[in-house]
């Protein structure tokens, strides 16, 4: 059973930068690895994807965050990473990342792995 840690999250200015970090307990080489995020009353969205290492590790992002985050994998560290920079009020949300052996996208329904949640703030 993989089990993923998320870290990092926290409360940032409006333009603010943030790292938020996915830990696995185990290898992620075969994963495809997503971050999500859930603001309050509103459904669980894909923010970014990235393939595992296996098919290359492509990317992609919602359409909201592209310029702004960047996601990368350590796959030595098992650890994946958003970075995520120029914030937005409307980016607050709790941030989770989740684990699928399929496809690398950003619908919800195909990721098998959750990890906890971190939650992001941006706030003056």
């Known amino acids: 059973q993989l089990q993923l840690v998320e870290s990092g999250g926290g409360l940032v200015q409006p333009g603010g930068s943030l790292r938020l970090s996915c830990a696995a307990s185990?290898?992620?080489?075969?994963?495809?690895i997503g971050w999500f995020r859930q603001a309050p009353g509103k459904e669980r969205e894909g923010v970014s994807v990235?393939?595992?290492?296996?098919?290359?590790?492509?990317?992609d992002y919602a359409d909201s965050v592209k310029g702004r985050f960047t996601i990368s994998r350590d796959n030595a560290k098992n650890t994946v990473y958003l970075q995520m920079n120029s914030l937005k009020p409307e980016d607050t949300a709790v941030y989770y990342c989740?684990?699928?052996?399929?496809?690398?996208?950003?619908?919800?329904?195909?990721?098998?792995?959750w990890g906890q949640g971190t939650q992001v703030t941006v706030s003056s």
């Open positions: 989740a684990a699928t052996l399929w496809v690398a996208t950003l619908s919800v329904n195909e990721y098998d792995y």
């Open positions: 185990g290898t992620l080489d075969h994963y495809a």
């Open positions: 990235i393939g595992s290492a296996s098919v290359g590790g492509s990317t």
